[in-house]
């Protein structure tokens, strides 16, 4: 079914799509972004994080075969690389939380 145009030439009926999109504001459109990217990147760092410690595995019980673990697996190195890349993107993973949580923060007030 067709309107007819009541307002000429100029943009038409307002509907609730052009409603929703002109409630966000335009400077804070972008950080609307990166909070989405966000929060994906968290879903995507926990997906990394848990083969990593699947590959990593479990080190024994007790204080000296733990010790004894460490120096057979790592060497003369404090952590090995696996560990390394664990503790990064669990870092990340974190300091990405402080975005999405923004965004939500701010989409809650929008309503």
């Known amino acids: 079914m067709k309107f007819a145009n009541l307002a000429g030439k100029g943009e038409g009926f307002m509907t609730t799509q052009n409603m929703t999109l002109n409630a966000v504001d335009q400077e804070g459109k972008w ?11 968290v879903g995507l760092g926990y997906i990394i994080i848990i083969p990593l410690y699947l590959i990593a595995g479990l080190s024994p019980s007790g204080g000296e075969a733990k ?13 090995s ?10 870092l990340l993973t974190t300091f990405w939380f402080l975005f999405a949580g923004h965004r939500l923060y701010r ?5």
Request: glycine share 10%; aromatic share 10%; no cysteine.
């Open 31 to 41: 950080l609307y972004r990166v909070g989405g990217i966000s929060a994906l990147a």
């Open 67 to 79: 010790l004894s673990y460490l120096i057979a697996s790592v060497g003369p190195f404090l952590i």
């Open 81 to 90: 690389a696996l560990d390394v890349t664990i503790i990064i993107v669990s």
């Open 107 to 111: 989409f809650g007030q929008s309503r």
